[in-house]
C-alpha cells in the first residue's frame, strides 16, 4: 500500500523560499501524475502545480506561475516544490498527492483513487 510523507514545511519571511518534499514508500511513480495542492481553513482544497512521472508535462495555478517549480526525482520516488518569492496569501497546509491522471486533470481535483500524504504548514509573514 503506498504512502506518501510530506516534510520541508515551515515558517518564513514573505520573498522567502522553500523547498517542499513528498516521499513515496510502496509505490512507484512510473505511470501516475503526481501534484501539490494546499488548503487553508474554510477554503477549498486548491491544486498547485502537478507533473506527468516522466517530467514533460506540468500545469501551474496562475498565482505561482513564475514562482514556484515542481520536479520529482522518480529513482528515489521523490517529488518536489521549490517555492520561492513566497507571499502571506501562500500560507496554507500543503498536500502531495499521486494518481494515474492526465496532469490537469488530476491538478482539477484527484480522484478516489488518489494517495495522498498528510500535509505540511507554509506559513509566510508579512
Known amino acids: 500500500l503506498g504512502q506518501l510523507v510530506e516534510s520541508g514545511g515551515g515558517l518564513v519571511q514573505a520573498g522567502g523560499s522553500l523547498k517542499l518534499s513528498c516521499k513515496a514508500s510502496g509505490l512507484s511513480f512510473v505511470g501516475y501524475s503526481m501534484g501539490w495542492f494546499r488548503q487553508t481553513p474554510g477554503k477549498e482544497r486548491e491544486g498547485v502545480a502537478c507533473?506527468?512521472?516522466?517530467?514533460?508535462?506540468?500545469f501551474y495555478v496562475d498565482s505561482v506561475k513564475g514562482r514556484f517549480t515542481i520536479s520529482s526525482d522518480n529513482a528515489n520516488n521523490t517529488l518536489y516544490l521549490q517555492m520561492d518569492s513566497l507571499k502571506p496569501e501562500d500560507t496554507a497546509m500543503y498536500y502531495c498527492?499521486?494518481?494515474?491522471?492526465?496532469?490537469?486533470?488530476?491538478?482539477?481535483?484527484?480522484?478516489?483513487?488518489?494517495?495522498w500524504g498528510q500535509g505540511t504548514q507554509v506559513t509566510v509573514s508579512s
Open positions: 498527492a499521486v494518481e494515474k491522471q492526465w496532469v490537469v486533470d488530476l491538478c482539477s481535483g484527484p480522484g478516489s483513487r488518489a494517495y
Open positions: 507533473i506527468n512521472w516522466s517530467g514533460g508535462r506540468t
